[in-house]
């Protein structure tokens, strides 16, 4: 059996750029991804280094077999899954263009991905935000928490800095990205 390691990183969900970065370049350096555990475990199985791209596609754990089956008859692999978002990889050099190495033949399919995560994961936060964090913050203000308000008021006072912190990293960056691909 062979090596495995882990590794804890972290990635927003308007990050998926990034991560394919970084998959990308610790394959380079031996590591291959094999699973990923929420929120923030990688699994690579050591090995010799080989140049592998990456690519996430965000499916919201919908399931279709025939665009898995196309994107396996173009050379991708399918290497996990993890909260709704897939995993492929293609070595390298076995692409004949830069464009092969894109699950993604156009702009207007990015664009709907990008929705898409926006659609299932942001709007959720927001009413979660706005329904739940936001009015028990303002409840542990006034101190109407049942006596203890110091707890809940550090509690509700940290979560509101986490979503606003999510809101505005993966807000502004998917805002970007959407406005890039409807050019």
């Known amino acids: 059996m062979a ?3 882990t590794k804890i990183k972290f990635w927003t969900i308007a990050d998926f750029r990034e991560e394919e970065v970084w998959l990308r370049e610790l394959s380079r350096q031996g590591l291959h991804f094999l699973r990923m555990y929420v929120p923030c475990f990688y699994v690579f199985e050591k090995g010799a280094p080989r140049d592998v791209i990456y690519r996430l596609d965000f499916t919201n754990n919908d399931e279709n077999r025939d665009y898995a089956r196309m994107l396996s008859e173009f050379g991708w692999e399918n290497c996990g899954r993890c909260v709704g978002w897939v995993y492929w990889r293609r070595n390298a050099d076995e692409l004949w263009s830069e464009a092969e190495g894109e699950l993604f033949s156009d702009d207007e399919s990015r664009l709907d991905m990008v929705k898409k995560v926006v659609q299932t994961r942001m709007l959720p936060l927001l009413v979660i935000f706005f329904a ?3 009015p028990n913050l303002f409840r542990a203000l006034d101190g109407g928490m049942y006596g203890a308000s110091g707890f809940f ?3 509700f006072g940290v979560m509101t800095v ?3 912190y999510l809101f505005i990293h993966c ?7 959407r406005r890039e691909l409807e050019k």
């Open 153 to 155: 008021l550090g509690f």
């Open 3 to 5: 090596e495995t390691v």
């Open 132 to 134: 739940c964090v936001l």
């Open 171 to 177: 807000g502004g960056k998917l805002r970007r990205m």
């Open 162 to 164: 986490l979503y606003l």
